[in-house]
């Protein structure tokens, strides 16, 4: 998202919010106050975490916003933040822990039972401060089981890839070259380049994406297509992999909610082997939901304890079909959610956060762009848009806090 696109959506919440259409809290009468939480699920995933909510007995108000980080930043703008707020990735929660905004989840928290990839720290800020409310599985490939899918990397002709998206677009390019960097270089360099200490125009990354732009120049003009379709496939269909005219769709575990009835025809297999990197999987990219504090109420705190439990987070499962961070909470049954959980809980190769939420905002959105701009030309030379990139990167001032452990390690 280019600056001035961001300041204009900036200026937009914080009117909303002025207005009384933001995150202010109705009440919950005269006994007991409402928790305001803010989280990025909407319609039936919003209706889903709601009856989640509605069994732990606190009153409770929630807004669901696609832009979750848009409207969070204009709230703490306007002095208004949630109690509760819920982000996609944990890379913002790092910075308002900076400016000493969240406060810690304390002695009855669930953030200590988590380990890496789940539970990542940052030098210089208290390791309670957020924790993860469910997770997805990436670094997979979604097919139809009446089209198994080749045993060899594919041609871009056979890909369903949508950019569109309500919140920040290009999202689902940055996922490709995170996947590629993550196959080709391994976890121990992927998480330096995660975290700011491997630069943009080094040979990993560069390679990785010279990669994925040659996929792109295979069909230029499929690249705009792409880039007008959203993610989703059209609204009330059944997903760009059933409608779409195409055969795979490089997507998260949580792409089978797009695919509605047809849900059950969709089977995934590991990326490595259809991407142009090749076929040997050196880890498995995953990304999760972050939950945090903003306010100090024993309240709010004590409903983020009871919704990392394992009761609500079983409960969740089974209404949403979630997949939780807690080992604990039992693998869930059908053939592809329990594919789905044994490749989160295998110790045997490394996960990684998504790289894109673990960034600081501004190298998010550079990132972002650098994805849109080598869709559109995708013949342009590569080391270009790393070097744009790289100078938003140089450009963090010096004490921006750099999370670790972001992949965890084989046991």
Same mark, same amino acid.
Not at 47 to 59: E, H, I, N, R, S
Not at 265 to 291: N, Q, Y
Not at 336 to 354: A, F, G, H, M, N
């Given at each position: 998202?280019?600056?001035? @696109?961001?300041?204009? %959506?900036?200026? =937009?919440?914080?009117?909303? *919010? +002025? &207005?009384?259409? #933001?995150?202010?809290?109705?009440?919950?009468?005269?006994?007991?106050?409402?928790?305001?939480?803010?989280?990025?699920?909407?319609?039936?995933?919003?209706?889903?975490?709601?009856?989640?909510?509605?069994?732990?007995?606190?009153?409770?108000?929630?807004?669901?916003?696609?832009?979750?980080?848009?409207?969070?930043?204009?709230?703490?703008?306007?002095?208004?933040?949630?109690?509760?707020?819920?982000?996609?990735?944990?890379?913002?929660?790092?910075?308002?822990? @900076?400016?000493?905004? %969240?406060?810690? =989840?304390?002695?009855?928290? *669930? +953030? &200590?039972?988590? #380990?890496?990839?789940?539970?990542?720290?940052?030098?210089?800020?208290?390791?309670?401060?957020?924790?993860?409310?469910?997770?997805?599985?990436?670094?997979?490939?979604?097919?139809?089981?009446?089209?198994?899918?080749?045993?060899?990397?594919?041609?871009?002709?056979?890909?369903?890839?949508?950019?569109?998206?309500?919140?920040?677009?290009?999202?689902?390019?940055?996922?490709?070259?995170?996947?590629?960097?993550?196959?080709?270089?391994?976890?121990?360099?992927?998480?330096?380049?995660?975290?700011?200490? =491997?630069?943009?125009?080094?040979?990993?990354?560069?390679?990785?994406?010279?990669?994925?732009?040659?996929?792109?120049?295979?069909?230029?003009?499929?690249?705009?297509?792409?880039?007008?379709?959203?993610?989703?496939?059209?609204?009330?269909?059944?997903?760009?992999?059933?409608?779409?005219?195409?055969?795979?769709?490089?997507?998260?575990?949580?792409?089978?909610?797009?695919?509605g009835e047809r849900s059950g025809r969709a089977a995934f297999t590991d990326s490595a082997r259809l991407l142009p990197s090749g076929p040997t999987i050196k880890g498995r990219e995953v990304s999760a939901d972050f939950a945090a504090l903003f306010s100090g109420s024993a309240q709010a705190r004590d409903l983020l304890t009871r919704l990392t439990s394992r009761p609500a987070q079983e409960e969740w499962g089974r209404r949403a079909?979630?997949?939780?961070?807690?080992?604990?909470?039992?693998?869930?049954?059908?053939?592809?959610?329990?594919?789905?959980?044994?490749?989160?809980?295998?110790?045997?190769?490394?996960?990684?956060?998504?790289?894109?939420?673990?960034?600081?905002?501004?190298?998010?959105?550079?990132?972002?762009?650098?994805?849109?701009?080598?869709?559109?030309?995708?013949?342009?030379?590569?080391?270009?848009?790393?070097?744009?990139?790289?100078?938003?990167?140089?450009?963090?001032?010096?004490?921006?806090?750099?999370?670790?452990?972001?992949?965890?390690?084989?046991?």
């Amino acid at each position: 998202m280019r600056a001035s @696109a961001r300041a204009v %959506l900036l200026l =937009l919440c914080l009117a909303l *919010a +002025a &207005a009384g259409c #933001g995150l202010a809290a109705p009440g919950g009468g005269d006994e007991q106050p409402r928790v305001t939480i803010l989280g990025p699920w909407t319609d039936d995933q919003e209706k889903q975490f709601k009856a989640v909510l509605d069994t732990l007995g606190t009153p409770y108000t929630y807004q669901g916003t696609a832009a979750s980080r848009e409207v969070l930043l204009a709230a703490v703008q306007a002095g208004n933040p949630p109690d509760i707020a819920i982000l996609p990735g944990v890379g913002d929660l790092v910075e308002y822990a @900076a400016e000493r905004r %969240l406060h810690p =989840l304390g002695a009855k928290g *669930a +953030a &200590a039972k988590y #380990g890496r990839p789940w539970q990542p720290e940052a030098r210089g800020i208290e390791a309670d401060l957020w924790v993860p409310l469910k997770t997805d599985l990436k670094s997979i490939v979604w097919y139809r089981k009446d089209r198994p899918p080749p045993a060899h990397p594919a041609p871009l002709a056979s890909w369903c890839i949508g950019m569109g998206d309500d919140g920040a677009s290009g999202w689902p390019g940055s996922d490709w070259i995170e996947d590629l960097i993550l196959q080709t270089a391994g976890p121990v360099l992927y998480e330096r380049w995660a975290t700011g200490a =491997l630069k943009w125009t080094d040979d990993p990354v560069v390679n990785a994406w010279s990669l994925w732009a040659g996929l792109l120049a295979q069909d230029p003009d499929a690249d705009g297509r792409s880039m007008r379709r959203d993610h989703r496939g059209r609204p009330g269909g059944h997903g760009l992999l059933f409608d779409g005219g195409c055969d795979l769709e490089h997507q998260g575990s949580f792409a089978r909610s797009f695919y509605g009835e047809r849900s059950g025809r969709a089977a995934f297999t590991d990326s490595a082997r259809l991407l142009p990197s090749g076929p040997t999987i050196k880890g498995r990219e995953v990304s999760a939901d972050f939950a945090a504090l903003f306010s100090g109420s024993a309240q709010a705190r004590d409903l983020l304890t009871r919704l990392t439990s394992r009761p609500a987070q079983e409960e969740w499962g089974r209404r949403a079909g979630v997949f939780s961070p807690d080992s604990e909470v039992p693998a869930r049954k059908g053939t592809v959610e329990k594919q789905i959980s044994d490749r989160l809980t295998d110790q045997r190769v490394p996960l990684c956060l998504d790289a894109s939420d673990v960034m600081p905002a501004a190298v998010r959105d550079a990132f972002y762009e650098a994805v849109l701009l080598t869709m559109a030309h995708p013949g342009a030379p590569v080391r270009d848009r790393l070097n744009d990139v790289q100078r938003v990167q140089d450009a963090q001032p010096a004490y921006t806090p750099r999370l670790t452990g972001v992949c965890s390690r084989p046991q």
